[in-house]
């Protein structure tokens, strides 16, 4: 089966200020590493070898990033810039001619700083029939996240952005399997966000993967202090 990847890396990281004046956020070093090179790496170890990557926010340095990548052969980096920001939806409506030639296709927000084993994570798709899968993880946090709730099959059959009475503590980790179809599905409602406007047309269709390892948010400077503590020895 072939799998394709959509990094979804052009935010401005406004929270991240004044890191992100000079460097976009999807640079930004963890570990001393930009938090792309942890995305490759995943990718590589699931044997996906071609992703789509938007840009918009000083783009020249991420050119210049994946272009180092496409060097070493281990992942094929395409660019999609944004000359106004798409928003996460938007990215595959203006895509929709890349889920040509794949069986699914994971979308990766890649501003999280995760040890997700995308590998498993495709594995699960395929074993179920619906058209999408969301990654979950669980946070202590539910009410500042999107959260799902699961029948005893494994299908989310509720979710909702940071709901004031968290019926579970399943967050929206940010990643997705979609078949090719769901990819043109969503690539045909016009729409802008995922969180928001996607998920809640795929409720009841749509698996939940629960991770149980690492993964955080470094959109704020306090997260990103503690993903720079927290990488030593994650990926050794």
Not at 93 to 114: E, H, K, M, P, Q
Request: proline share 6%; aromatic share 8%; net charge negative.
């Amino acid at each position: 089966m072939s799998t394709k990847a959509l990094l979804l890396a052009g935010g401005l990281g406004t929270r991240l200020r004044p890191l992100t004046e000079t460097t976009p956020k999807c640079l930004i070093p963890v570990g001393g590493r930009p938090i792309l090179d942890y995305w490759v790496d995943a990718l590589e170890r699931a044997h996906i070898t071609e992703a789509l990557l938007n840009t918009h926010h000083l783009p020249d340095p991420v050119r210049s990033y994946m272009a180092g990548v496409n060097q070493t052969g281990r992942v094929m980096l395409h660019e999609a810039y944004e000359p106004t920001l798409l928003g996460s939806a938007g990215t595959v409506t203006a895509n929709r001619d890349f889920a040509d030639g794949a069986d699914a296709i994971v979308v990766i927000y890649a501003d999280n700083l995760s040890d997700m084993d995308l590998g498993a994570l495709v594995a699960a798709h395929h074993a179920h029939s619906d058209p999408m899968t969301m990654a979950l993880f669980h946070t202590p946090y539910p009410e500042k996240c999107g959260i799902a709730a699961l029948d005893g099959d494994g299908r989310i059959t509720e979710f909702v952005e940071k709901p004031e009475m968290p019926k579970s503590d399943l967050a929206n980790a940010g990643i997705y399997v979609l078949d090719a179809d769901a990819w043109r599905e969503i690539a045909d409602m016009g729409a802008f966000d995922f969180g928001f406007d996607v998920i809640p047309k795929f409720v009841g269709r749509m698996q939940g993967f629960t991770h149980q390892g690492y993964h955080r948010d470094i959109g704020t400077h306090d997260s990103l202090a503690q993903a720079n503590t927290d990488v030593v020895g994650l990926f050794s």
